[in-house]
């Protein structure tokens, strides 16, 4: 069965730092971007980053370059997003999902997807 099960985030203070980790089983790992999405409360699904597992490409949301850095441990089969300089803007529900296309893909497409993980900014 495919999973992808998040863990890593918390309460923090703006300007503070988390790491969260997206780790896969189940499924080929190295066919497919991971890529992290959030969920504020009242908006829809966005992109934040994702990454080719195959070959380590990675892209970005305007919103967090700069400020996140998507990695990846292919033994591991885990992906990790380390949250630098947050602020509240950044509160929400953080998911990762497989999907084909990294940020270029749907959040409806995704093959795959976490339980989610919270995140909460405070100033």
């Known amino acids: 069965e495919a999973q992808l099960v998040e863990s890593g985030g918390g309460s923090v203070q703006a300007g503070g730092s988390l790491r969260l980790s997206c780790v896969a089983s189940g499924f080929n790992f190295e066919d497919n971007f991971i890529t992290w999405f959030r969920q504020a409360p009242g908006k829809g699904r966005e992109g934040v980053s994702a990454?080719?597992?195959?070959?380590?490409?990675?892209e970005y949301a305007d919103s967090v370059k700069g400020r996140f850095t998507i990695s990846r441990d292919n033994a591991r089969r885990t992906v990790y997003l380390q949250m630098d300089w947050l602020i509240p803007e950044d509160t929400a529900v953080y998911y990762c999902?497989?999907?084909?296309w990294g940020l270029g893909s749907r959040p409806e497409d995704a093959k795959y997807w976490g339980q989610g993980t919270q995140v909460t900014v405070s100033l």
């Open positions: 990454i080719k597992t195959s070959d380590g490409m990675t």
């Open positions: 999902a497989a999907n084909r």
